[in-house]
């Protein structure tokens, strides 16, 4: 079965909310294969702890899903002592080895930068993880690249590409790439005004937002609705269908 496909019905099975966005750079080793899979059966009894150890193992040897399990293990403090360190420590080895949410933490460290981890700033190697893991087609990284983009954060800026990874993580039902789309129509940040584009990316973003996300949504709606008429509301719906049949 692909690698894909295994670590899906993996986080079903485990009950984690996982994935893994692109392919590992390399294989593993069998020896890693052997302790990533003690892992998962360590886990499965509930002995979390040594889950955290059979996966650190296989960490070390090269298993990106491994990694960023051991490294999830440590952040929450699950059958472990709580370490930010060692979560990062396995995170960056996942994200070396090519597993795109381990990308995004590790690129959010580099962005704003840790002081209790002793990292600095550095929006260059922000950039690096954050494209790694949107050309894994990844849309939180996709949404973090088109920010960096925008305010010209460790690259030149550039509206325009900024605009086509929101889109593309938009296609995929990110909420808050569907929010900045709105705010960029409204506000013309880099494009024609147009509040009917606007308000259909508001419309959009509404279908697909939950918890928080649906508070977002709310708020953003308050904050641009005297600026639209009913009828541009209808239009908006017509352009939200259409552009969601587009990009399905």
């Known amino acids: 079965m692909p690698l894909r496909r295994r670590f899906a019905a993996l986080a079903v099975s485990l009950g984690l909310a996982l994935a893994l966005a692109g392919p590992a750079d390399a294989a593993p080793s069998a020896a890693a294969e052997a302790m990533f899979n003690a892992g998962i059966a360590a886990y499965r009894v509930g002995d ?20 960023y399990l051991a490294g999830q293990l440590y952040e929450q403090g699950r059958g472990v002592p709580r370490s930010e360190a060692t979560a990062f420590h396995y995170y960056l080895l996942a994200a070396r080895a090519g597993h795109a949410e381990a990308a995004v933490k590790v690129g959010l460290v580099y962005r ?3 002081k209790e981890l002793g990292i600095k700033r550095s929006y260059p190697k922000a950039f690096e993880m ?15 690249l088109a920010d960096m983009y925008r305010r010209g954060l460790g690259v030149p800026m550039q509206r325009s590409e900024s605009l086509r990874w929101l889109i593309l993580a938009g296609a995929k039902h990110h909420v808050p790439s569907l929010l900045e789309l709105a705010r960029i129509h409204f506000d013309g940040d880099g494009v024609n005004q147009d509040r009917v584009v606007g ?3 508001l419309d959009l973003a509404s279908r697909f937002a939950q918890g928080d996300e649906a ?5 953003a709606m308050d904050k641009y609705s005297r600026r639209v008429q009913e009828s541009e509301r209808e239009q908006a719906k017509q352009v939200a269908d259409d552009w969601l049949a587009k990009h399905s």
């Open 112 to 114: 704003d930068g840790n």
């Open 48 to 67: 979390l702890q040594r889950a955290a150890g059979d996966w650190g193992r296989a960490a070390e040897g090269g298993h990106p899903i491994a990694a």
């Open 215 to 219: 508070k977002r949504v709310s708020a």
């Open 130 to 144: 954050f494209e790694k893991a949107a050309l894994a087609a990844l849309p939180e990284a996709q949404f973090y």
């Open 199 to 201: 308000w259909s990316f």
